[in-house]
Each structure stands twice: as C-alpha cells, then as structure tokens.
C-alpha cells in the first residue's frame, strides 16, 4: 500500500503519469489506474488526508507474497551427510545434478 500511497503523493504534487513510471514506482498502466480511482474518491485534494491502508485494500489487492519451497528440501539430510563427511560444496553439487 505504501506504493500506492507514494503514487498518489506524486499526483498531489502535480507530477505527470509518465514522470512517476520514470521514478519505478509502477508502470503507466497501474498509474493511470490509480489516478483514477483517486480522482474519485478526492485524494489528490491536497487538503485532505492521504488514505489509511483499510481504505485503500477496498480498491487495490495487496500484493501477496510468493512462498517457494527450495528444490534441494527433499535432498537436504542427504546433502548434511555429506557436508559432515568433508565431502566438497562442488563435488555434492555435482552429485545432484
């Protein structure tokens, strides 16, 4: 939400679409969509206050983080063994492949 809250700053500020995308905030597409919404909702009257978090999970999807397992869970007793043993980094790379 903080990029959002960031995007809308911008926009108060009289910074151009294009302007916002060249400081990697999001692309244009996610911009204008965002302007949008604000432009509805009154946010980039500077006199109000910028939006909670609450308000802005009810038109945006917070982001979700991805979890991924490592590929080498299944093999990870097998590759302590070996590391206990003094069996080179190189050599059990080498195994698993």
Known sequence: MYEIRQII???????????????????????????????????????????????????FKPKQLISTQSSISPYQKKIEEWFNQGIQASTIHAALQ
């Open 9 to 59: 700053f911008r926009l108060r500020q009289g910074d151009s679409i294009r302007g916002i995308a060249r400081a990697e905030l999001a692309d244009r597409k996610k911009i204008r969509k965002v302007r949008q919404v604000a432009i509805r909702e009154d946010w980039l009257n500077p006199k109000n206050e910028l939006p909670s978090d609450e308000e802005l999970s009810k038109f």
